[in-house]
């Protein structure tokens, strides 16, 4: 199994970036993938992006250009660094994951989820 804590959300300035973190535990030392979801307040959950153990990523195409994830295996910990930061970017951010060598950014994919952080973007 694996255990998910996120991190790193707040209130950000139009324009601003944030880093989320992920933190893994428990089989950690499995090939897994990590994925990272968005749900704004009303909407479905849709994702943002993922990344494989190998380091292999894959983005919505709304996202390129502005977010990118990255891993640390040392560590067990993804993270998301998001850029120019815009309102509609508010929502609570997930990690998710599970094992395999492949990764998406369909949320049926993953068994594993953590509880959320906040991203507020707001002037």
């Known amino acids: 199994q694996l255990q998910l804590v996120e991190s790193g959300g707040g209130l950000v300035q139009p324009g601003g970036s944030l880093r989320l973190s992920c933190a893994a535990s428990?089989?950690?030392?499995?090939?897994?993938?990590i994925g990272w979801f968005r749900q704004a307040s009303g909407k479905e959950r849709e994702g943002v992006s993922c990344?494989?153990?190998?380091?292999?990523?894959v983005y919505a195409d709304f996202m390129k250009g502005r977010f990118t994830i990255s891993r640390d295996n040392a560590k067990n910990t993804v993270y998301l660094q998001m850029t120019s930061l815009k309102p509609e970017d508010t929502a609570v951010y997930y990690c998710?994951?599970?094992?395999?060598?492949?990764?998406?950014?369909?949320?049926?994919?993953?068994?594993?989820w953590g509880q959320g952080t906040q991203v507020a973007v707001s002037s």
């Open positions: 428990g089989f950690t030392s499995g090939y897994y993938a």
């Open positions: 998710a994951g599970f094992f395999g060598v492949w990764c998406s950014t369909r949320s049926s994919a993953y068994n594993y």
């Open positions: 990344i494989t153990n190998s380091g292999i990523t």
